[in-house]
């Protein structure tokens, strides 16, 4: 071939490049205008993630050539969209001591891209400590499973992964433990595919039993949780600072200590003081942990003089029968407190919609949601797998860094990090149970049901940046507005939001 044909091919090549990315793009946008109940089981856009199912079907029709055939286009663009192409400004490492977790899955995913592509490129790695070098490598191991899984390629994949079945968990640091727990996840996909890798999950420690009431209790004592909780009840406790008798619907109560803290708040007031405290917990099902909060909130409400009711209530009557599943008083002011409670209803759409319509015919002043701020809901495995990867790394470093007990980052790890990362990982359809949506896709399904956000308290607001200032490793938690909603992050990577809603017409 002349030279003259070779360049006018490279040129073909580079625009058939360019005509993919516009369409891959345009995917994108063709994405955003699908129902709103639709987005919580497709990809909802979200930067740095923006493939989706659609995206897909259009990269599929670029010509073959214009890949490695070795190279999982999906593993590529995924990883593409988090730490940018070639020809962007590539992120270097930062003259600190250590790399955060997000920054070392960058540039081992940069360094994954580079390599498959077979480009001339100067490794990240080069100049960077020892430890910071290795677990570049172990995070590109671990993208190099996830693209042999897509692939199908079972074997090859379980080569890499044996090799971290001999590892002991306590031992590891935080990096180690991240890709441990994702190694078992696809350990458990290729098992689900193959029957294989039994042995290897065997000795998986995600087995060990956890009680929720352990996991809630340590949440409580990490920075940003305490943001967003205290944030949220200062919200309520602003919304009914004028009312006589308030009746707080709870959706996920857990221990308690939110509700707690709202007693206090309300009993304490000097103008308009309260007359009656509700507190009416809406159980998924029985749990002697509500019972014990509620035992501890009649306590406390008992001290401070304050006329107070607790009553549980299960979710299925409350489906069954809507308003009618409460005894509400007309002079009470309803306000629903849903802490992580709506996601794990996205897999059922027929009862999250009944929810929904029990929440409108109770008629609240007021609802407050808490939520991940993620998007672990992609139909597409190895989207899901990145993102994941990133939530979880930012997880991972936040409770090494602010919780000193290791049992109590155990608690967490072992008991719902882990067994969150192996559904997200190696199940599909209705048995991946555990989704995250941002709050962007949560507005958009809102929206059907006449909901309008709106503003948080300023006090409430003000109030996160006290909190924060309590804790040594407060530095790097941060928040931020987006639209009127509070979003909380951990090292830059959005960790959960605070938002506020009403009914049209309230």
């Not at 490695?68 to 593993?75: D, G, K, N, R």
């Not at 008798?245 to 308009?272: P, T």
């Not at 107070?308 to 069954?320: A, C, D, K, R």
Request: with cysteine; proline share 4%.
């Amino acid at each position: 071939m002349s030279s003259s044909s070779k360049a006018s091919a490279k040129g073909a090549e580079r625009e058939n490049q360019k005509q993919g990315d516009d369409a891959l793009d345009e995917g994108v946008l063709v994405q955003a205008n699908v129902g709103p109940l639709d987005h919580l089981y497709l990809e909802m856009v979200s930067p740095p993630f923006q493939n989706c199912q659609d995206n897909m079907r259009i990269l599929s029709k670029i010509k073959p050539q214009l890949m490695l055939p070795s190279v999982s286009p999906e593993v590529l663009r995924c990883c593409r969209r988090s730490v940018g192409t070639e020809n962007e400004t590539e992120r270097t490492p930062q003259s600190s001591p250590k790399l955060s977790a997000n920054h070392i899955i960058e540039l081992a995913a940069a360094d994954f891209i580079h390599s498959n592509f077979r480009l001339t490129y100067a490794s990240n790695i080069s100049g960077l400590s020892a430890d910071d070098a290795k677990d570049i490598l172990l995070v590109q191991n671990l993208l190099k499973c996830a693209e042999k899984v897509c692939n199908e390629q079972y074997d090859c994949a379980g080569k890499l992964l044996e090799e971290y079945s001999e590892l002991r968990i306590n031992r590891m640091k935080v990096i180690q433990r991240l890709v441990y727990y994702f190694n078992q996840a696809l350990c458990e996909r290729i098992e689900r595919e193959t029957g294989s890798f039994r042995r290897v999950l065997q000795s998986s420690p995600h087995d060990s039993i956890t009680k929720i009431s352990d996991i809630a209790a340590v949440y409580q004592k990490l920075p940003l949780n305490q943001v967003i909780q205290f944030t949220g009840i200062h919200s309520v406790a602003d919304h009914v600072s004028r009312c006589r008798k308030v009746n707080i619907v709870d959706l996920n109560i857990s221990c308690g200590l939110q509700m707690m803290i709202l007693i206090q708040n309300l009993a304490e007031r000097s103008h308009h003081p309260v007359e009656r405290v509700r507190i009416t917990a809406v159980a998924a099902s029985f749990d002697p942990t509500i019972e014990e909060a509620g035992f501890r909130l009649r306590i406390l409400a008992k001290s401070l003089n304050l006329n107070f009711s607790f009553h549980v209530v299960s979710l299925e009557y409350v489906l069954n029968h809507q308003e009618n599943a409460l005894d509400l008083d007309p002079e009470e002011t309803v306000v629903v407190h849903a802490a992580f409670a709506l996601r794990h209803m996205i897999t059922d759409p027929d009862r999250l919609e009944a929810l929904m319509n029990f929440i409108r015919n109770i008629n609240p002043s007021l609802m407050v949601m808490i939520e991940a701020e993620a998007n672990v809901n992609s139909p597409v495995f190895v989207h899901r797998f990145v993102e994941a990867l990133f939530f979880y790394g930012a997880n991972f470093e936040y409770v090494e860094d602010c919780l000193e007990n290791d049992d109590e980052r155990s608690c967490l790890e072992i008991g719902f990090f882990g067994p969150a990362i192996r559904n997200i990982v190696a199940a599909e359809g209705e048995e991946r149970k555990f989704r995250i949506v941002g709050i962007n896709v949560w507005r958009a399904f809102f929206e059907r049901f006449g909901m309008v956000e709106t503003d948080l308290s300023t006090l409430a607001i003000s109030h996160a940046n006290l909190v924060l200032e309590r804790f040594e490793c407060g530095d790097s938690g941060t928040h931020c507005m987006n639209g009127k909603c509070l979003v909380v992050s951990w090292k830059d990577t959005p960790m959960c939001s605070l938002s506020a809603w009403k009914f049209q017409g309230m």
